[in-house]
């Protein structure tokens, strides 16, 4: 139904865009930028900026910047900066050769400050950070001026300069900038805008000891790399008077415009760096690319795609106001490229030992499989069908309730690819009463999966051959977190955790054709769900696949409610 144009995104930032075009209000240019902070791990909240960046410039022929907004020495580091690179690259975006440092600008900065100074915009103010709260007032309550407000401007660059110098400790001065304590804006009450802090720097070293803060660095630095639309999420919003205020009283010549959208809020997980953190160093996860984590290397490591993030970024669009994601709707979205992408094969979890006692002892047969029901250009393999073979354990129950149409005794049910066979034999633990194995016939007319006679059997279970398949760990991976909104009273998350959100399984069974599996790559296994060869823990030895997402959901039961139910995914009685 979509035609020409309609299909590009369009939301009220690309109407700002398109209107500043049409009036050419930056000669025609349109420069954006992603400015991740390097102190943690991007997360699926990021993605969103990096999508809405890159992809405006994308979209109006301009270009975007990946700038690293490292003005802050605590907890910066190379190993983060290296984890935003990858994982932008990963997500499909260029930045090309415009790969910048807030920590480049520090002189340019401090020259700006210097300025500020010398212009009677800026003092250096001596009250401790407690009484700086306390004198900025409250939304309701006035601020009060600093008795330090009225130093001359000598006194102030001689103290700011000194405290460049490295004369004082952290917090016996800061620079504020001079606006105005009355305010309606809490923002604008003499924000401080550099503070002393005898730190290393990832980058920088000893080379400082006073760092801007954010207000002051964020918009010179988009002026500084001539950016048209300085594209950040709402909490800003109360700051955009202040970004506008710094352009300004510094006369700079490129003067970007703020716009604000709404962050990604996902149910069921956090997506706050902080937080993140906190599982990271409590050790609830293995690391900031545990399959469980809602960061880039933690989605690729459970097997998402890169295309199905940008597919998600761009259903849940671009808006004004805050709202909360359905975790169900980005799940959807992964098991939508993977449908189309990932080749089927077939992978026993549950292993329940099959004995066909008509079929030749040493006998191997090999069925041609294709890898896509829909796709024959993704081609097929080989898998050998034998005597014994494995099935689900839950496809097999003795005592079968109405519905069951699986295996149970006396049963018939094709195996994928293959045979009809009959249950006609069930072998149980003596001790435990557990069954542990079956014994089948097959109908050697049914190979093409269809019976002559024209009979029809209730269901297709998948099964491997048992000495052709390859043994192999399987994880399991479910929600981290009990509920919706792990940031709901109060701020302990670690409270709301699942308490088992992985289950691993260690005797799991693959057709042999994944035998030397590349880590990485992602399968259907089919009936079950959609897993990927863990890039970590993956070896020949014991190949370890995640499960990235299981075949339907809630959310499809939605969606089938409106369209007919049915699809390659269902249990088929044929
Ligand atoms: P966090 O709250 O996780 O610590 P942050 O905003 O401090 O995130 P930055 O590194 O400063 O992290 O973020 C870089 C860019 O990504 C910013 O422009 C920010 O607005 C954007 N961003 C961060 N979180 C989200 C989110 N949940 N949804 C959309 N954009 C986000
Ligand atoms: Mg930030």
Not at 127 to 150: C, D, F, W
Not at 519 to 536: I, K, L, N
Request: hydrophobic share 35%; proline share 5%; charged share 30%.
């Amino acid at each position: 139904m979509e035609q020409g144009n309609s299909s590009l995104p369009s939301d009220f930032i690309r109407d700002i865009i398109e209107e500043d075009l049409r009036t050419d209000k930056h000669q025609g240019r349109v420069a954006t930028r992603f400015p991740p902070e390097p102190n943690g791990y991007l997360h699926i909240g990021h993605a969103k900026s990096i999508c809405l960046n890159f992809g405006i410039a994308a979209q109006y022929g301009g270009a975007c910047n990946l700038r690293l907004d490292d003005t802050d020495p605590s907890g910066e580091s190379k190993e983060y900066v290296d984890s935003i690179v990858r994982d932008v690259k990963w997500l499909g975006f260029d930045w090309e050769d415009r790969l910048y440092y807030a920590s480049d600008y520090y002189e340019k900065l401090y020259l700006y400050a210097l300025q500020l100074i010398r212009e009677g915009k800026a003092y250096v103010c001596s009250l401790s950070a407690e009484e700086i709260r306390e004198y900025r007032g409250a939304l309701t309550k006035p601020g009060k001026e600093s008795p330090y407000r009225n130093r001359t401007v000598e006194e102030n660059l001689d103290l700011f300069q000194r405290m460049r110098a490295g004369e004082f400790d952290d917090g016996a001065h800061v620079l504020r900038a001079k606006i105005d304590m009355t305010s309606p804006n809490v923002t604008m009450r003499d924000p401080v805008i550099y503070r002393i802090k005898k730190e290393s720097h990832y980058r920088t070293g000893d080379g400082w000891c006073i760092y801007p803060m954010y207000d002051f660095a964020h918009c010179l630095s988009d002026s500084i790399e001539k950016i048209t639309h300085s594209i950040c999420t709402l909490e800003f919003e109360n700051n955009r008077p202040l970004y506008d205020w710094f352009l300004k009283e510094l006369k700079v010549e490129h003067r970007p415009q703020q716009i604000e959208f709404a962050r990604l809020n996902l149910s069921f997980t956090v997506l706050s760096k902080r937080k993140l953190i906190e599982l990271v160093e409590k050790g609830i996860v293995s690391g900031w690319d545990d399959p469980q984590m809602p960061t880039l290397a933690g989605m690729r490591r459970r097997g998402f795609t890169p295309a199905a993030i940008r597919d998600f970024c761009e259903r849940i669009g671009v808006a004004k106001n805050d709202s909360v994601i359905d975790m169900a709707l980005l799940e959807n979205c992964v098991r939508e490229d993977l449908n189309e992408k990932a080749p089927r094969v077939m992978a026993v979890l549950r292993p329940l030992r099959v004995v066909i006692d008509n079929y030749p002892e040493g006998q191997v047969e090999e069925f041609n499989c294709p890898y896509h029901p829909k796709n024959s250009e993704m081609g097929a393999r080989k898998v050998p069908f034998s005597r014994i073979l494995y099935v689900e354990q839950d496809d097999f129950l003795e005592n079968p309730p109405k519905k069951f149409y699986r295996l149970s005794p006396g049963r018939e049910v094709r195996l994928r690819y293959g045979y009809f066979i009959r249950c006609i034999g069930v072998v149980k633990d003596h001790d435990t009463g557990e069954v542990v194995e079956l014994h089948c016939t097959y109908d050697p007319g049914t190979r093409s999966g269809f019976a002559p006679d024209g009979r029809k059997v209730g269901s297709t279970i998948h099964w491997v051959s048992a000495a052709h398949s390859v043994p192999a760990e399987v994880r399991l991976y479910d929600r981290l977190f009990r509920v919706a909104n792990p940031l709901e009273k109060g701020s302990d998350i670690t409270e709301h955790l699942k308490r088992q959100s992985v289950e691993i399984l260690r005797s799991c069974r693959l057709e042999a054709s994944l035998e030397g599996t590349a880590p990485g790559s992602t399968f259907q296994f089919e009936r079950t769900g959609y897993f990927c060869a863990d890039v970590v823990d993956y070896s020949d030895k014991t190949p370890v696949f995640n499960r990235t997402a299981t075949l339907r959901d809630t959310w499809a039961k939605i969606a089938a409610q409106r369209e007919e139910a049915g699809g390659a995914d269902s249990e088929s009685p044929s």
